[in-house]
């Protein structure tokens, strides 16, 4: 297959037009899922012996970069929290992929705030048997990681962690 540049009208016989794949809300393809179970099988081959973690689960935080600890209000006391209720803590900003994918898969249970460290549910090979507990900051709802749990079956609880101090969103205004 050769790629072409086309800056003036051209004819082709036949145009190759791939499907979409995903669709936010709407529609995916199997072929989607194929790209995550690809890399999955690359760091945990199929029938590969997984080490389930002795802890209760994984908390995953970024408590120790600085610019989170001036920003994000109380997480030291859900820190605090989640180590004495018997979860391991791990930094995810601080791992390689491969680690996620082997501490992602042997965990039971994995908390984690709202944000793009929950879509690494992507990386589960039996999602349906863990249970993921996603922590809301803000009362924007993100609908990607709806449709991540969604397409891997995960067990997924929300819990409400802000207090709503406009009539509004951020940026919606006015206030």
């Not at 081959?45 to 408590?63: H, N």
């Not at 820190?79 to 391991?88: A, C, L």
Request: contains cysteine; hydrophobic residues 35%; charged residues 25%.
């Amino acid at each position: 297959m050769k790629i072409e540049i086309i800056s003036k009208s051209t004819r082709f016989r036949r145009v190759i037009v791939p499907e979409q794949s995903y669709c936010r809300g709407i529609y995916y393809s199997n072929k989607y899922l194929d790209v995550f179970h690809k890399v999955i099988d690359a760091f945990l081959p199929e029938g590969a012996e997984v080490k389930p973690q002795e802890a209760r689960g994984l908390f995953l935080s970024r408590i120790e970069t600085l610019e989170t600890r001036k920003k994000e209000y109380g997480l030291e006391a859900i820190t605090d929290v989640m180590g004495r209720s018997g979860f391991d803590f791990i930094n995810p900003g601080d791992m390689p992929l491969s680690e996620t994918i082997d501490r992602w898969n042997g965990a039971k249970c994995i908390v984690t705030f709202s944000g793009t460290d929950a879509h690494n549910v992507l990386f589960l090979r039996n999602a349906s048997e863990k249970e993921l507990i996603i922590i809301n900051k803000c009362q924007n709802f993100n609908m990607l990681q709806r449709d991540f749990n969604l397409l891997k079956h995960v067990k997924c609880t929300y819990v409400d962690a802000y207090s709503q101090t406009a009539p509004v969103l951020a940026g919606e205004g006015p206030f």
